[in-house]
């Protein structure tokens, strides 16, 4: 999204956007498009939450 913006000096709309890149994305698409699961990675492991406490 960046190099478009850089290349057009603006945000494209959808359609021009697509018509850069679009057969650049669809090759890759299973890899690109993919949800980043961490919690279901054998590495992971949570940091320390800590609450949010609202101040009377």
Not at 15 to 40: N, P, T, W
């Amino acid at each position: 999204m960046a190099a478009v913006c850089a290349s057009l000096g603006r945000i494209p709309a959808p359609d021009e956007y697509l018509a850069m890149v679009g057969d650049k994305l669809s090759k890759d698409a299973s890899s690109i498009y993919r949800y980043l699961s961490f919690d279901q990675m054998p590495g992971y492991a949570p940091k320390k939450v800590i609450p949010i406490v609202e101040a009377v």
